[in-house]
């Protein structure tokens, strides 16, 4: 669970201004604000099943927008080779560091 919510979060992060003003508001209540679907539905006026079809809906949004645009793959592509960039700069490899740099140009 801890995983889905870490990747929803990032997704959020990468398309929020992508969604409706409700769809951002029940995620960071949801996500962010660790809100249970009762307290959205108390604090919205909402039923707890609208809640949970609109969080659901939500999720399935952003991950359709993650397979077309794949911002967060490539943000952790990014991630892991700067980690490597940092590693080989420490060993003073400047062939690699070469390598790590062009690779990182051609993710877009």
Same mark, same amino acid.
């Given at each position: ?11 959020y992060?990468?398309y ?8 951002? *508001? ?10 249970? /679907?009762?307290?959205?539905? &108390? !604090?919205? %006026? $909402? ?18 927008y ?6 967060? *793959? ?10 490597? /960039?940092?590693?080989?700069? &420490? !060993?003073? %490899? $400047? ?6 740099i ?7």
């Open positions: 669970m801890l995983e889905k919510t870490t990747k929803m979060n990032m997704l992060d990468f929020q201004t992508l969604l409706t003003d409700k769809q951002r *508001e029940y995620m960071e209540l949801y996500y962010y604000e660790d809100y249970s /679907l009762g307290e959205i539905a &108390t !604090e919205t %006026n $909402v039923s707890r099943q609208a809640i949970y079809d609109n969080i659901k809906r939500t999720e399935q949004i952003l991950m359709n993650e397979e077309k645009l794949q911002l967060y *793959e490539k943000f952790l592509q990014r991630e892991a080779l700067l980690i490597e /960039l940092a590693q080989q700069l &420490t !060993e003073g %490899n $400047v062939a690699q560091l070469q390598s790590y062009q690779q990182i140009k051609n993710i877009d």
